[in-house]
């Protein structure tokens, strides 16, 4: 029996608590009032770097976290040898991971409107707005375009290709439903994921020399390359 394996990428977010934590804490919740759905499934590690071992609340922090719904998948930052945490259910630590830099934070659990409107034929949706974290575009008609930037966070699904004439730092996913010829163009490429036709490629494996430029992503023999846009 054959093993078959492949990959998928997740974006994790990170949580630094800072002391006084009580207050911290009094700002998770509002947060969580106004965007809870930012939460809501998603996996999220605990950063204690910016605490210690004798910081007042430390203790009952993870069980604090964890009843607001939080799920924690792993812990870094601190010191399982500190007594103070002694007792903690420390989730296993996972190897590797790349910032992706700040998620913003919706400020309601209802995602801004996206102006979309269909062109050329209606086989191609065009957006004039940024997308938000959070977001979610799908298009299984055709090609996106989008004026704006794709934040860290948001999601692009085309059945055709993606055009972005801002920032790409979220998931662009073309090509869907067997479009091989299907390409992402980003003004600025920092994308967490990048899918052709059930291809990906994450922000690790692209050429630091491109990201970050203007760029596109095509699918060279089964294999998703990200190059500058002038190639």
């Not at 605490?51 to 203790?59: F, H, I, Q, R, V």
């Not at 055009?163 to 790409?168: A, K, P, Q, R």
Request: no cysteine.
């Amino acid at each position: 029996m054959r093993i078959r394996a492949r990959g998928r990428s997740f974006l994790a977010l990170v949580l630094s608590p800072e002391s006084p934590l009580d207050l911290w804490l009094e700002g998770l919740d509002g947060q969580i009032a106004r965007s809870g759905i930012l939460f809501s499934g998603k996996p999220v590690i605990l950063d204690l770097g910016l605490l210690n071992a004798d910081t007042p609340g430390l203790s009952s922090l993870l069980d604090d976290i964890r009843q607001r719904g939080v799920r924690i998948i792993g812990i870094e930052g601190g010191d399982r040898r500190w007594p103070t945490v002694a007792h903690w259910d420390w989730p296993d630590s996972f190897d590797g991971g790349r910032p992706s830099g700040e998620v913003e934070l919706p400020e309601s659990n209802a995602s801004p409107a996206v102006t979309a409107v269909p062109v050329s034929g209606g086989n191609t949706l065009f957006i004039e707005d940024s997308i938000r974290s959070g977001q979610s575009i799908q298009h299984m008609q055709g090609d996106i375009i989008i004026l704006g930037s794709v934040s860290s966070g948001a999601e692009i699904v085309a059945a055709g290709s993606i055009h972005v004439y801002g920032t790409l730092r979220g998931r662009a996913i073309a090509g869907v439903g067997g479009q091989s010829q299907a390409r992402i163009f980003a003004s600025r490429m920092q994308a967490e994921l990048l899918a052709l036709d059930g291809y990906y490629t994450v922000t690790e494996d692209i050429d630091p020399a491109v990201f970050g430029q203007a760029a596109q992503a095509r699918l060279d023999e089964d294999r998703v390359r990200v190059v500058p846009l002038a190639s």
